[in-house]
T-cell receptor, first 115, second 111 residues
Framework: EAGVTQFPSHSVIEKGQTVTLRCDPI?????LYWYRRVMGKEIKFLLH????????ESGMPNNRFLAERTGGTYSTLKVQPAELEDSGVYFC?????????????FGPGTRLTVT | QKEVEQNSGPLSVPEGAIASLNCTYS??????FFWYRQYSGKSPELIMS????GDKEDGRFTAQLNKASQYVSLLIRDSQPSDSATYLC???????????FGKGTKLSVIP
């Protein structure tokens, strides 16, 4: 069974540019989450999708961040315009509905550097 | 502000010894607790989950939960060099899927 995949693995952009991160969850997992780790800090929650619906977006830092999950499969996280403080590693995770729903499986992350 | 605290380490143990990793949490409403292992540059890998007070064993790993003391621990028996990694403690509240992470403890198992 393939795990959570994320693309790209690394992205270097200039301040003010736009970047779109993609996450493909484990097949059949309806719960999808985005997290971020800023250097020196702990991993922090951004938002949670159940299928195509945003269940909890309380961790989104501001309106420069837009997450979508059209069709309830893969998800994208767009940062527009990027700021220096957006640098970090963005993780995606997924879990099934029902049994095991609380156990989240993480992807390898996208390392975003804003210069 | 919900917080999960871990000693950043590094924690060094000799091969074959028991490694003991500890974690405290501030939110008394936390219901679910998880230990993740993360190798450098890799994804966090779920290794243990625990939901009720007491011990839960899985192979060489034992998770311990004490909700009264707001304390979670992970014991790794017969530690191997391949166990060298950063161990992340995480919690979530009742009915919530939002994980709150600690900063992680770096474990080094010395051959």
């Amino acid at each position: 069974e393939a795990g959570v995949t994320q693309f790209p693995s690394h992205s270097v952009i200039e301040k003010g540019q736009t970047v779109t991160l993609r996450c493909d969850p484990i097949s059949g997992h309806d719960n999808l989450y985005w997290y971020r780790r800023v250097m020196g800090k702990e991993i922090k929650f951004l938002l949670h999708f159940v299928k195509e619906s945003k269940q909890d977006e309380s961790g989104m830092p501001n309106n420069r961040f837009l997450a979508e999950r059209t069709g309830g499969t893969y998800s994208t996280l767009k940062v527009q315009p990027a700021e220096l403080e957006d640098s970090g590693v963005y993780f995606c995770a997924s879990s099934p509905l029902g049994q095991g729903a609380y156990e989240q499986y993480f992807g390898p992350g996208t390392r975003l550097t804003v210069t | 502000q919900k917080e999960v605290e871990q000693n950043s380490g590094p924690l060094s143990v000799p091969e074959g010894a028991i490694a003991s990793l500890n974690c405290t949490y501030s939110d008394r409403g936390s219901q679910s607790f998880f230990w993740y292992r993360q190798y450098s540059g890799k994804s966090p890998e779920l290794i243990m989950s625990i939901y009720s007070n007491g011990d839960k064993e899985d192979g060489r790993f034992t998770a311990q939960l004490n909700k009264a003391s707001q304390y979670v621990s992970l014991l790794i028996r017969d530690s191997q060099p391949s166990d060298s990694a950063t161990y992340l403690c995480a919690s979530s509240g009742a009915g919530s899927y939002q994980l709150t992470f600690g900063k992680g403890t770096k474990l080094s198992v010395i051959p």
